[in-house]
């Protein structure tokens, strides 16, 4: 983590040292938190999506104004995402039937580098809408796993059954390295004073590519999150 902040600080020193230089209004730099809801939306079959985990996200933003209303936003984030899956498989030899049924919440964590076209309306008062639509990039940084399995065994007059429980498994082996997915958000912003703006909004970030490495199973990562950051 400490390599990531440090890699950070020196991408973007030279930038924040041409804003404290420069008065120009094209050019913001900021950060922000996205608490957020996040889920796994799961195209396998046997695997479903079992519920939602509360995640968060933090970051540094750039923007770059290329046209009145008009900006290209970027930056760097560290996104913890996840989501629970539940699956169950059952296989008959004889009279012998045999199911297991596992249950686990994925922990992901994610360095991404949002690539966004941000529009903006005209300032109202102090208050600025916009919309905020785009790509993250992103790339696996760690993946821990907790769950359950269970193993039922039936057949004529016999029945079993058996739980293993792991928590805090690394899984990251079974995580695709690189993750895309669709930015889409909207909200507001206040001006505080000269060119310092607080905002607030919400954003949909909806997975494109599997977050499984495996060919047995495909998923895909999503959140729903509340924005919230100053720009300087």
């Known amino acids: 983590m400490k390599k990531i902040f440090r890699f950070t600080f020196l991408l973007l020193f030279p930038i924040l040292t041409v804003q404290a230089q420069s008065s120009d209004p094209t050019f913001h730099f900021g950060m922000k938190i996205c608490p957020n809801m996040a889920w796994l939306k799961s195209d396998t079959k046997g695997i479903e999506s079992d519920g939602s985990v509360t995640r968060f996200s933090y970051g540094l933003i750039t923007e770059f104004r290329i046209a009145e209303n008009y900006a290209f936003a970027t930056g760097i984030d560290i996104a913890y995402r996840g989501g629970k899956l539940k699956g169950e498989t059952s296989t008959v030899l004889n009279d012998t039937t ?31 809408y916009y919309l905020q639509v785009g790509v993250a990039p992103g790339f696996s940084l760690r993946a821990r796993a907790d769950g359950k399995s269970t193993t039922q065994i039936r057949s004529t007059g016999y029945q079993a059954n058996s739980t293993a429980e792991f928590e805090d498994q690394d899984v990251k082996d079974d995580i695709n390295n690189i993750n895309l997915s669709m930015v889409i958000g909207a909200g507001v912003e206040y001006n505080l004073s000269g060119t310092t703006n607080f905002f607030g909004g919400i954003v949909f970030n909806n ?24 720009l300087f």
Do not use: C, M, W
């Open 207 to 230: 997975g494109f590519t599997d977050v499984s490495d495996s060919k047995d199973a495909k998923y895909v990562s999503n959140f729903l999150g509340l924005n919230l950051g100053v």
């Open 98 to 128: 045999t199911t297991i049924v596992s249950e686990s919440t994925l922990k992901l964590q994610y360095i991404e580098l949002p690539l966004t076209l941000k529009l903006k309306t005209n300032e109202i008062g102090h208050l600025r």
